[in-house]
């Protein structure tokens, strides 16, 4: 399995993609910036081209020959996103820190990287992950569909988490008001966040595993 996933890091992950989640985490510095696109940036441009890479060096054929089973190549290829994932939001998380810092006085019209923004993030991660790689190995081989699908559901979601943290009194207060301070409740979002990331993400990689054999090459 070890072997497999360095397979996978040299052949579809370009050293551009591992500088990405710096270069899309330093926009947090742009003050009051709408900071949901900092992480879409890995739906709009790693993704696709990842893929598009792993496509044009006929990789699902390369691995069908390696002594690897299929439930395998696909937990390979999860943990890769989940890696990457985990990458753009930790570096954002570090700067959306050192933001906080220097602007501290700033009026925020969209989210201010708290811990609950942070929570929401994950779900909108989750989200991508449950409809792109279930719907990604219904061939193992056509991305476009998938992406497109999955990105418009991530954008969505975070539109209208924005829109109702601006419209709704309730959510409003707990991402712009006194909720702000209150850490307890920053937490649970946060947490609750996560494991719908990890319960959404585990529920496509089964999905695809079981798609997966069906595949025909």
């Known amino acids: 399995m070890y072997n497999l996933l360095i397979k996978e890091f040299k052949i579809g992950v370009l050293p551009t993609f591992l500088i990405m989640p710096v270069l ?3 926009l947090m510095f742009v003050p009051g910036w709408i900071y949901f696109i900092v992480l879409l940036y890995f739906c709009w441009i790693t993704i696709p081209n990842m893929f598009a890479g792993f496509r044009s060096q006929n990789d699902l054929m390369f691995t069908f020959m390696l002594p690897v089973t299929k439930k395998d190549i696909v937990k390979a290829k ?16 570090i700067f959306g820190m050192i933001s906080n810092g220097l602007y501290s006085n700033i009026t925020y019209y969209f989210f201010e990287p708290h811990m609950g923004f942070w929570g929401l993030c994950f779900v909108m991660f989750g989200i991508f992950n ?3 790689i279930a719907k990604f190995y219904k061939t193992a081989y056509k991305y ?3 992406i497109f699908v999955a990105v418009g559901a991530a954008m969505l979601f975070a539109g ?12 409003h207060d707990i991402f712009y008001g006194d ?11 946060l947490i609750v966040g996560i494991a719908i990331f990890i319960a959404f993400t585990m529920i496509a990689y089964r999905v695809a595993i079981k798609r997966f054999p069906k595949v025909e090459i």
């Open 179 to 189: 909720g702000l301070d209150n850490m307890a409740l920053q937490a649970s979002i």
């Open 24 to 26: 899309t985490g330093a």
């Open 130 to 132: 449950i409809i792109f």
């Open 144 to 146: 476009g569909e998938a």
């Open 160 to 171: 209208v988490a924005q829109w109702l943290g601006i419209q709704s009194p309730f959510l």
């Open 78 to 93: 999860v943990y890769v996103i989940v890696i990457l994932e985990l990458m753009h939001i930790v570096i954002a998380m």
